[in-house]
């Protein structure tokens, strides 16, 4: 029997942010939700401004953010820190736990983190029985990969003004994705202390880059809440592209393909069933 799409017929704010970005690519079936579902069975929580995870920790568990906002860092023996990139809701943290189980970094919450952990041998699991999944997985890890590339860009290449417009743009569409956003506003918990650790300026840099983008009428920045006045502007200025569309048209043509085999393939399974 086949599976009922689901994806029109549920609205996505009643699925974890995981999942909600996975439907933002691809529409998914009962039973892919079921399998989705598996990773959110186990709930913790963690207290905000708290170090989970440390270099050198030993973690035998995927992590999916379910509610608030942690960040990625590297401890240097100064004591400084410098922050590579922020987890979000429906980001996983510690992805390849099956086979790099020991942490190359540290991770802390900025808010109080609502997180559902897995154990990554049920990636194993997915990947054998799961194809469609499997794509978007991958497809979620190489975007991932593509955010830490464009951080080193940032900080290496970029002046702190357009550092800090690409860096509003990225985490605006990043939360655009999975349904956070209201109009161009989008909650935004970072301090401008973390900001400055991220995009590599002191806190007296960071404040008045900061304060230059709300006079050039380009952002507004109230208690935990962004608003980006102007996108268009703000993209040509930090020279920022959004590869989603392109992206999910190539994903697209890929899963469309495979769904086709797997037809293809039901269909003589049955043949052969029925007449051999």
């Given at each position: 029997?086949?599976?009922?799409?689901?994806?029109?017929?549920?609205?996505?704010?009643?699925?974890?942010?995981?999942?909600?970005?996975?439907?933002?690519?691809?529409?998914?079936?009962?039973?892919?939700?079921?399998?989705?579902?598996?990773?959110?069975?186990?709930?913790?929580?963690?207290?905000?401004?708290?170090?989970?995870?440390?270099?050198?920790?030993?973690?035998?568990?995927?992590?999916?953010?379910?509610?608030?906002?942690?960040?990625?860092?590297?401890?240097?023996?100064?004591?400084?820190?410098?922050?590579?990139?922020?987890?979000?809701?429906?980001?996983?943290?510690?992805?390849?736990?099956?086979?790099?189980?020991?942490?190359?970094?540290?991770?802390?919450?900025?808010?109080?983190?609502?997180?559902?952990?897995?154990?990554?041998?049920?990636?194993?699991?997915?990947?054998?029985?799961?194809?469609?999944?499997?794509?978007?997985?991958?497809?979620?890890?190489?975007?991932?990969?593509?955010?830490?590339?464009e951080q080193v860009v940032r900080i290496g290449r970029r002046s702190a003004y357009k550092r800090t417009a690409h860096l509003l743009l990225e985490l605006f569409h990043r939360m655009k994705v999975i349904g956070e956003t209201e109009n161009k506003s989008f909650p935004m918990p970072i301090s401008q202390q973390l900001l400055a650790d991220t995009l590599g300026l002191s806190f007296v840099h960071m404040n008045r880059t900061l304060r230059k983008l709300r006079m050039d009428n380009l952002i507004s920045m109230t208690y935990r809440v962004a608003t980006l006045l102007d996108i268009d502007k703000l993209k040509q200025l930090a020279e920022y592209e959004v590869f989603y569309m392109e992206q999910i048209k190539n994903l697209s043509a890929i899963i469309e393909n495979l769904d086709a085999n797997n037809v293809l393939l039901a269909q003589e399974a049955m043949y052969n069933k029925r007449f051999k």
């Open positions: 029997m086949e599976t009922k799409p689901v994806a029109n017929e549920i609205p996505g704010k009643y699925f974890p942010p995981l999942i909600r970005r996975l439907l933002y690519l691809q529409s998914l079936n009962i039973e892919e939700i079921a399998v989705l579902m598996k990773m959110h069975e186990h709930t913790r929580f963690i207290d905000e401004r708290t170090i989970f995870l440390r270099q050198g920790d030993l973690q035998k568990e995927c992590i999916v953010v379910t509610k608030g906002w942690a960040y990625r860092f590297y401890e240097l023996s100064d004591g400084s820190r410098q922050i590579i990139n922020y987890y979000l809701p429906g980001d996983v943290i510690n992805p390849f736990a099956v086979i790099l189980p020991k942490i190359g970094y540290s991770v802390a919450s900025i808010t109080h983190l609502e997180v559902c952990v897995f154990k990554p041998e049920y990636l194993v699991e997915v990947f054998s029985t799961q194809p469609k999944l499997s794509l978007l997985y991958v497809w979620m890890l190489g975007h991932d990969d593509s955010v830490i590339a």
